[in-house]
């Protein structure tokens, strides 16, 4: 079975509330924060999670693609996400920083671009809830998955299995029918999928099929 992670970049903002209840059904939201500084896009910020707080009850999984995350971590926990994932590039205290989201109660994540090598985020395998593969360049939806990313997947799946054996990994970008059963053979079990959820008939449909995996 695998988690599903419906990307709300790809909902209709003028009616959140609508499209996050018609993926309630599914494990985690994922919250795509971007500040058109560490991505060339600027989505959404804290009072907008702080809004979806208020209308759901499932589990906030906030993607930070922001610089500096360790100064905005806390607030993001406040307004109340249940796991917040930086970016390794946009951070020099990665450690400090994960202390940070434990300290707040909440799940730490850390996510890794597509140039980045995975090997980088492995001394921090051990103190993580989860590591985020992207599987596209971060900024945009919509966009197509990269297949080489699923030995980064495989290789942090097997890395993990020492140190960290409970580790999720989640990969993000391109996820649909084709690519979703690659990335979970390859042992990602956190899928996260915007377009292809959001732009379905039922998102709640596709939510279960890719449970299923
Ligand atoms: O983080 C993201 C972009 O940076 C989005 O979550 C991701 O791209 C999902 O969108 P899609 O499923 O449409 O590719």
Known sequence: MAKVSPSILAADFANLERDIHKVSGAAMLHVDVMDGHFVPNI??????VESIRKCTDMFLDVHLMISHPKQYAEQFCKAGADLVCFHLEA??????TIGL???CGKKAAVSIKPQTPVEAVYPFVKDLDMVLVMTVEPGFGGQKFMPDMLDKVKALRAYAQNVNP???IEV????????APQAAAAGANVLVAGSCVFGAEEPGKVVEAFTAL
């Open 172 to 179: 993000d970008g391109g996820i649909n029918f084709e690519t």
């Open 101 to 103: 989201i434990r300290s």
């Open 166 to 168: 409970a580790l999720d």
């Open 91 to 96: 951070e020099d205290d990665v450690q400090e």
């Open 43 to 48: 989505s959404i910020g804290v009072p907008v």
